[in-house]
T-cell receptor, first 111, second 112 residues
């Protein structure tokens, strides 16, 4: 059974600082997704990583995938308040888009 | 484009009642999904439909049924609601398998 673990589960950051969220998963997969959810809202797709070594960047966020280590990272550069949200990683268990989500990382950026 | 729409937004049911959650997408996507979100657990896949005319179970299908009515619409039915089904339900769609999924606004369901 595929398990997806995120850490930390809660992250309080100062504006302007850098930090990394980690997503580990337990079985082989080369398809990993990152989503953002604002409180009381729906999920928004951030990144789709479809191969080993994939790296995607959008603004202050950068995601990478290491399929050999079964690890993805979401790196935040020079955090700003607008990045406060819950971030989920999700892994595809088989080629059917049957995603298994991590529990989510609640990010709070303080000024 | 409205994207993915869901009705209703909120619903309160008594134990044993039935209801259907509706989902529609206007992006001509082939695949559609139903998830539930519970506090501290992320999202869990209930059912999905890879293409019109097909449906398959996800991680937590017990107590639910689905219908892929046509390419646009995918409904989720609770035949006999239980308090354990209190949750926020999200519908999603994707153009093809392995593509990013687009989520609807969610339905907050409470079963008393």
């Amino acid at each position: 059974e595929l398990k997806v673990e995120q850490n930390p589960l809660f992250l309080s950051m100062q504006e302007g600082k850098n930090y990394t969220i980690y997503c580990n998963y337990s079985t082989t997969s080369d398809r990993l997704y990152w989503y953002r959810q604002d409180p009381g809202k729906s999920l928004e797709s951030l990144f789709v990583l479809l191969s080993n070594g994939a790296v995607k960047q959008e603004g202050r966020l950068m995601a990478s995938l290491d399929t050999k280590a079964r690890l993805s990272t979401l790196h935040i550069t020079a955090a700003v308040h607008d990045l406060s949200a819950t971030y989920f990683c999700a892994v595809d268990t088989e080629y059917g888009n049957k995603l298994v989500f991590g529990a989510g990382t609640i990010l709070r950026v303080k000024s | 484009n409205a994207g993915v729409t869901q009705t209703p937004k909120f619903q309160v049911l008594k134990t044993g009642q039935s209801m259907t959650l509706q989902c529609a997408q206007d992006m001509n996507h082939n695949s559609m999904y139903w998830y539930r979100q519970d506090p501290g657990m992320g999202l869990r896949l209930i059912y999905y439909s890879a293409s019109e005319g097909t449906t398959d179970k996800g991680e937590v299908p017990n107590g639910y049924n689905v219908s892929r009515l046509n390419k646009r619409e995918f409904s989720l039915r609770l035949e006999s609601a239980a308090p354990s089904q209190t949750s926020v339900y999200f519908c999603a769609s994707s153009e093809v398998l392995a593509a990013a999924q687009y989520f609807g606004p969610g339905t907050r369901l409470t079963v008393t």
